[in-house]
Nanobody, 126 residues
Framework: QVHLVESGGGSVHAGGSLRLSCIAS????????MAWFRQAPGKEREGVAS???????SVADSVKGRFTISRDAAKNTLYLQMDSLKSEDTAIFFC????????????????????WGQGTQVTVSS
């Protein structure tokens, strides 16, 4: 059974940084396309960044230059480093597992996503 557990969310001031983590069990994270999504109040869930098994990444235009996706295969953990945070980044952030050996897609997503974590809240105050 696959489980994805996010952590690292919190409250920061604008301009600050946070690093989110997503620990996977039941799948080898480095062999799948993995992605971070976010959902702000009253808005649809949107892709933020994705990484495929080759290490190729895709980042949404809204966070390009500020957010970086990475992974640690030994720890089976996905990360999202978020710098220069803005109030509009306030959202619940989710990690998602996509297809085995799948490629990233423009916009910071995978072709599809089979498994989701429960989310972690990020609040940025101006």
């Amino acid at each position: 059974q696959v489980h994805l557990v996010e952590s690292g969310g919190g409250s920061v001031h604008a301009g600050g940084s946070l690093r989110l983590s997503c620990i996977a069990s039941g799948l080898t994270l480095s062999r799948h396309c993995m992605a971070w999504f976010r959902q702000a109040p009253g808005k649809e869930r949107e892709g933020v960044a994705s990484i495929d098994s080759d290490g190729t990444t895709s980042v949404a235009d809204s966070v390009k230059g500020r957010f970086t996706i990475s992974r640690d295969a030994a720890k089976n953990t996905l990360y999202l480093q978020m710098d220069s945070l803005k109030s509009e980044d306030t959202a619940i952030f989710f990690c998602a597992a996509g297809p085995y050996a799948g490629s990233v897609v423009v916009g910071g997503v995978c072709r599809w996503h089979d498994y989701w974590g429960q989310g972690t809240q990020v609040t940025v105050s101006s």
